[in-house]
């Protein structure tokens, strides 16, 4: 499960800013809306909001950059260069200041796995680690380092990290020594790229990124008919779901391809000419009634239909996984009812996993009292120079803001800042 999230010096971010999923002291919707594990109470979601170009989707990209970051080293691709070739880490520094262009960018996490609550982060340029340092704390709250490095110096490693010893001699300085770790079987070290791994972060504008969760839960009997399930509850017209597989057997590649490479292109051709077929009822002259209708998911559906199904499937492996999940525009496409209604099921009571959900949205109706708490609403905007910053309501004095506060009225009136001041109708 994931406690924070934080970052500086990447794209529109220039000084720290903080995502917190630790909850407040307040017990509004504390059944629905807080995981309870240990003496921990975390957040079983979070909404971002701010005015276009205000940066939320460059803390969804924060973090998908440090994801990426951390398991580039074990990427097939990666793992077959050369030690003479130079990897080059993906980070892009804040443009707007002249402080930030060399510096390097920095990224930390905290998270509970298993019995266990790791801090892990590191600080990057495109060429080299700057710094990286892992620690982890038991039940009893003592805080343990696994390891710190510091270019130009020694490489520490605690006690509890004996799969980091005599492995110095194969860190390079552009790789991160958890994934140098993991890449030579280490246990501690696996166990963190996994939940890594596990992190499912969407582009809710694009469709097609998305599908392949939901063609692996469309091969999977149950996972299947929970998704129609799903599609037939939403009052989309859908009777059914079936999935269309494009048959590997017709893909002819040249015969030198090596083996692992035509693994991925066969793959990768057989995902994108996979369809699911929506079933829909077909009616006579009478309106009654007459069989069915098997159309293109792809190719018949509306935008907003296509994206409800690709929604729908990654948010219930995160729920089967105990995962987290980021979606970017979560509500584009969709009517505001049915973006209510998959916040609902969401945080349900069929919900018993640890499953998180981490959401940017313009989706007003999501911020009312009755469906979301204080600390789960958060707000990005740009400071006088450019740089994102990011606020929760929680920050607000509870005289002021109540737990039963309209928040969206207010937000909309821009008493929480956030929101875009347009003049259009000025100058002709």
Sequence with gaps: ???????????????????????????????????????????????????????????????????????????????????????????????????????????????ILEDYTYSYGFEVTAVNVVSEYLTRKGELGKEAMLFEREANKPLRIGDGFAEGKAREQFLRPNSLFVSLCAELNGEISTKILKWFQKINILDGLSDAQNFYDTYERMRDPDGATALADFARRADLGISGLKLREFDAKN???PAEIPQEVRDRQVSMIVLQNTDIATRHTKYGPGGEPSGEVELSLKQHESSGTQKFVMLAAPLQKAIDSDAVVIIDEFDSRLHPLLTRELFEWFHGKSNSSKAQLILCTHDVL???????????VWFAEKDSQGGTILHSLAEYPSDEVRPTTKFGRRYLLGIFGAVPHPNLREGG
């Design 366 to 376: 999501l911020m009312e009292p009755e469906r979301i708490r204080r600390d789960q």
């Design 251 to 253: 893909i002819r590649l």
């Design 1 to 111: 499960m994931l406690i924070s999230f934080s970052v500086r010096n990447h794209r529109s971010i220039k000084d720290q800013v903080v995502l917190n999923l630790e909850a407040t002291n307040d017990d509004h919707l504390e059944e629905s809306r807080v995981i309870t594990w240990g003496k921990s109470r975390l957040l079983r979601s979070v909404a971002i909001y701010g005015a276009n170009a205000s940066g939320k989707s460059n803390i969804v990209k924060a973090i998908k950059a440090m994801q990426r970051i951390v398991l580039a080293a074990t990427s097939p691709s990666v793992m077959s260069l050369p030690a003479s070739v130079s990897r080059h880490i993906s980070v892009e520094p804040f443009r707007l200041s002249t402080l930030t262009q060399s510096a390097p960018s920095g990224f930390h996490v905290e998270f």
